[in-house]
């Protein structure tokens, strides 16, 4: 059984910034790929950022030069640095995690965090 929880949404001005969490436990002997997804409404679920075990980070063409992935390894967390947000941020962010478990491999989603920006 893994749980992924995610922390740090919120209401903010444009221009603003927000720092999401996201926190994986249960029985995990590592994580490989964490990443951060967001849907707004009426919109499907887009990639926000990606980040591997070894530090290598991917990001949506929207986000770049505004939002930072991070991870620490040895607390199964990811962070999400959101800086200069805009009102199109808006949306529901959700952390997915790729877990090597003693059975098998598995991708597992959090709740999500409502992120929304004011103009």
């Known amino acids: 059984q893994v749980r992924v929880v995610e922390s740090g949404g919120g209401l903010v001005q444009a221009g603003g910034s927000l720092r999401l969490s996201c926190t994986a436990s249960g029985s995990i002997v590592r994580i490989t790929t964490m990443g951060w997804y967001r849907q707004a409404p009426g919109k499907q679920r887009e990639l926000v950022a990606t980040i591997t075990s070894g530090g290598i980070t991917n990001y949506a063409n929207s986000v770049k030069g505004r939002f930072a992935i991070s991870r620490d390894n040895a607390k199964n967390t990811v962070y999400l640095q959101m800086n200069s947000l805009k009102p199109e941020d808006t949306a529901v962010y959700s952390c997915?995690?790729?877990?090597?478990?003693?059975?098998?491999?598995?991708?597992?989603w959090g709740q999500g965090t409502q992120v929304t920006v004011s103009s």
């Open positions: 997915n995690t790729v877990a090597v478990l003693p059975s098998g491999v598995f991708g597992y």
